[in-house]
C-alpha cells in the first residue's frame, strides 16, 4: 500500500468510511498514517512506539468516524487522534515524568538528524540534539505547536489542562533549549 | 542568538526532520485487530441484547418514578417507549385470527425492535452524542407504534388487557 502522499479525502470516501467499508478506510490510512507515524516518531524517538501509535490511533479512527462532522479538516481530526493517542501510549509505557522534570529527558529518542553537517549549521544539528534530550512532555508541545501548528487551546485540552497550561510548557522548554545552546 | 531567532531556527530544525517510512505490515495489523474486535462486539450485543431491554425498561420505570422533566426529549421518549412496550406486552392475539401478511408484518417489526436495540447498546458503549440516541429512540417509539397497530387491525380477537 503506498504510504505518505499527501492526498485530499473527498466527502464520498468519508461517507463510504461511515458505512463501513473497508476499501474507503484503507484510502484514508494511504492518505495520512506516514503523517501519523512520523508524528508520533518524533515525539517518541522510537519506531516500535511509533508503530502502535498508528495502530491505536487507526482503530479509533475506524471507530469513530461517524462521529467526525467535518467541522476541522479529516488530518486534523486524524492529528488530534494520533496525538492522544501518542500521549496514552507513552503513559503506558511510563514515560510521562512530572513537568518538574524538566532536566531529564524520558524514554530512549533516538531520531535521526536532519540532513548532514555539510549543509546544516553546527547550532541546529545542536538544537536536534537538545530536542532529544527534552523531556517528553516539553517535546510533544513543541512539537504539536511548532510543527504540526496546534494552537495553545488543543494542546492543553489534549492534556486537560487549559491553553495557559501549553504556553508555559512550550515557554520552558524552549528556554531550556536555549540555555543548554549557550553552555 | 536572540530568542526569536532561536525559535525561527527551531522550527526551520523541525520542520527538517527526516520523514520515515512506515512497515508495510502495519496496515493488515489493524485490520486485524478491526476485525476481530467487531467480532467480539457482535458477540457480546447478542448476549446483551435481551439483558439490555430489561434493563431499559427498569431505567425507565426508575425515570418516570423520579419525575423527569417532560422537556427532557430523551427521557420523554423513554417513558413513551416503555408505555408502549407494556401495551404491547399486554395484548393477548389470538394466534388463528391472524393472517400470514399480519403474522410476516409482526415478524419483521419485532425484527426491527430487536436490530434498534442492538444500535442502541451500540450507541451507548461507544458514548454517542444524545442526538443520535435520541434518533434511535424515535424510531424505537415509532416501531413499538406500528406493532399496537398491526395488533389492533390484524389481531381479530385481539384485546388490551
Redesign the interface.
Known sequence: ?G??SITTIDEQTIRRARRGE?EAF?EI?AAY??RC??LA??ISGN?AVA?DV??DA??KV???IR?YRGEASLWSWIRQITANTTINVLARRKWWRSLDALTDADGDWS??E??SSDD?GA??HD??TL?GRLPVQARTV??LH??EGMTHKEIGALFGQTESFSKSVLFRA?KQ??SD?QT | ?T?RS??S????????????????H??S???E??HA?RRLRRRRLGVGGGLFAVIVISLALVFRGADVPATDRLAELQARGQLLEERAINYTIAGSGLSPAARIELGETRAAILNLDQALALAYA?D??DAEITALWERRVELLGRLLATYAIHGDGAQAI
Do not use: C
Request: aromatic residues 6%.
Open positions: 500500500m504510504q505518505g473497508t484503507a490510512y498514517a506516514k507515524f512520523n516518531l518524533r519506531r508503530e498508528v495502530h487507526f482503530i475506524m471507530q469513530k462521529t531520531m535521526p536532519p540532513g546544516r547550532a541546529e538544537l536536534v530536542l513543541l512539537i511548532d510543527m524552549r533549549l536555549e545552546l | 542568538m530568542a532561536q525559535t531556527n527551531l522550527e526551520n530544525v523541525l520542520a527538517r526532520l527526516p520523514s520515515e517510512d512506515l512497515p508495510d502495519l496496515w495489523r489493524i485490520l485487530t478491526h474486535t461507544e454517542r452524542p
